[in-house]
């Protein structure tokens, strides 16, 4: 199991778009279990209307996308370093395909992401994986394809 | 986030800044990328990326407006599916992103969009297919 | 003889399938000869998403230094063919 502080170690996202708190199993090379917890006091929710209905507090798809995404670099990054292979760059979200959503989160829920690590070929790693809330599957991938950039190509000129 | 928002669901910001062209089923939505936007502070503190998710974030806006607009008040527009997404270069401060979003009804309730995305320089930043599940919400609800 | 021709086009047409699925387009719009790139919009990540298709299909390895050689159907055919040892 590793806690927020050692998340923080492996992923370079912060406050508030680290998406992960805590993962629960992490099987190196192969597959993790991550979770993260939806609040209302998280900036998505700042400004609402009070009339706005209860589908308006539907957990945003780019946040939760956001979240099962770095539940994968996590697996893969520190997958790397177990095998002290050195990693270097920036990790970048390179593509996705079929991903579905089946379900919503909303404040109080605890996203579970298990995902798992199909192939890493030099820089690139395809991932697949689930979201769930409960025993209720919100979201399915078939393929997220994450890549670290050197940090060079990023800087602007 | 702005006080003028009219947004009324929850999202990590307000991810379009203006709606430039329509022609029939075509939008065209720009968003400036700006430092100071939330949760960008975290993406990352050393140097500001738009994250890949807001690009979709963006699309998404820009079609679930067309389409609410389009379908009176009580229409809703949720992501049913991300069919493709791909990013292909960074947009970083002071960088415009333009997203030209093709909207073709599937059936009644289902709005396929495609989107190309480009920055100020003309480089594509991504491209992306969505499918959106159109509703009617009871609108006093 | 006709076997071996068989194979090879049966070969040709499961990597046009997968070059396909990956460029999202049809697979008549990929030639033997068409480039990926120039004619069919590939970026580097498309062509390592290809590269990865046929790892899992082919259940072969094949170094990313090929990479920079696979720009149309007949050059990944004739690299998965010498990497999988086909014997078309």
Not at chain 2, 27 to 33: F, G, L, Q, R, S
Request: proline content about 5%; overall charge negative; aromatic content about 6%.
């Amino acid at each position: 199991m590793l806690e927020h502080a050692d998340i923080k170690r492996i992923l370079p996202h912060r406050h508030p778009i680290l998406q992960v708190d805590r993962v629960l199993e992490l099987d190196p090379g192969n597959r993790i279990v991550a979770t993260k917890a939806v609040t209302g006091a998280e900036p998505c929710y700042v400004g609402l209307p009070a009339e706005a209905p209860a589908s308006a507090y539907a957990y945003p798809v780019s946040l939760l996308v956001e979240s099962l995404g770095q539940a994968g670099g996590i697996l893969w990054l520190h997958t790397a370093a177990q095998r002290a292979e050195p990693v270097t760059g920036t990790l970048i979200f390179g593509s996705a395909r079929d991903l579905t959503l089946t379900g919503h989160a909303y404040p109080g829920d605890v996203l579970r992401h298990v995902v798992h690590l199909e192939l890493v070929k030099g820089d690139n790693a395809f991932m697949r994986g689930e979201t769930w809330v409960g025993d209720t599957r919100i979201a399915t991938v078939g393929e997220i394809l994450a890549v670290l950039r050197q940090d060079t190509t990023l800087v602007p000129a | 986030m702005a006080a003028s928002t009219v947004r009324a669901f929850a999202a990590p910001l307000d991810a379009v800044d203006r709606i430039e062209d329509r022609a029939a089923g075509v939008i065209e939505a720009v968003k400036d990328i700006v430092a100071d936007d939330p949760y960008l502070g975290g993406h990352y503190p050393d140097f500001t990326i738009y994250p890949g998710v807001f690009t979709i974030e963006t699309v998404y806006q820009a079609a679930r407006r067309a389409i609410e607009e389009r379908g009176g008040p009580g229409t809703r527009a949720e992501i049913a599916a991300i069919a493709s997404v791909r990013f292909s270069a960074p947009l970083l401060p002071g960088d415009v992103l333009r997203a030209t979003c093709e909207l073709t009804d599937l059936d009644p309730s289902r709005v396929r969009v495609k989107a190309r995305c480009r920055r100020g320089d003309g480089r594509t930043s991504a491209q992306l297919t969505l499918e959106l599940l159109v509703h009617k919400e009871n609108a006093d609800a | 003889m006709t076997q071996a021709v068989t194979q090879r086009e049966e070969h040709f047409e499961e990597l046009r399938e997968i070059a396909a699925e990956v460029l999202e387009i049809e697979p008549e719009e990929i030639t033997d000869t068409s480039l990926f790139a120039e004619d069919h919009e590939a970026d580097s990540l498309r062509a390592i998403e290809i590269l990865a298709r046929i790892e899992k299909k082919y259940k072969v390895d094949i170094p990313q230094s090929e990479l920079p050689k696979m720009v149309n159907l007949t050059a990944v055919y004739e690299i998965v063919k010498q990497h999988a040892n086909w014997q078309d």
